[in-house]
Nanobody
Framework: QVQLVESGGGLVQAGGSLRVSCRAS????????VGWYRQAPGSQREWVAL??????SYADSVKGRFTISRDDAKNALYLQMNSLKPEDTAVYYC??????????WGQGTLVTVSS
């Protein structure tokens, strides 16, 4: 089964940019859906962006600022985050789904945006 490990989190000032990465231990291309979620302190985990066979989609809160991409040759998923806001502060998780089979989550990477 594929395992996912995130990296790239850190502290950034508001208006800045950051790219978080997610590496798969197995074949990323074997997953039908891959995406990013986040959980802010005291809040529920929420969907941020995902890629299916039909292409990417984004939550309204990040549309136009974040870009999700995948590199199947490297078994990697990325989230480029621009124009960051303090409300983007959260632990960011990647998730993969093989439809009808399994889903897998990474352990998360913390992104902190200072005002």
């Amino acid at each position: 089964q594929v395992q996912l490990v995130e990296s790239g989190g850190g502290l950034v000032q508001a208006g800045g940019s950051l790219r978080v990465s997610c590496r798969a231990s197995g074949s990323l291309s074997s997953l039908d859906v891959v995406g990013w979620y986040r959980q802010a302190p005291g809040s529920q985990r929420e969907w941020v962006a995902l890629i299916t066979r039909d292409g990417p989609s984004y939550a309204d809160s990040v549309k136009g600022r974040f870009t999700i991409s995948r590199d199947d040759a490297k078994n990697a998923l990325y989230l480029q985050m621009n124009s960051l806001k303090p409300e983007d502060t959260a632990v960011y998780y990647c998730r993969g789904v093989r439809v009808g089979d399994f889903e897998v989550w990474g352990q998360g990477t913390l992104v902190t945006v200072s005002s």
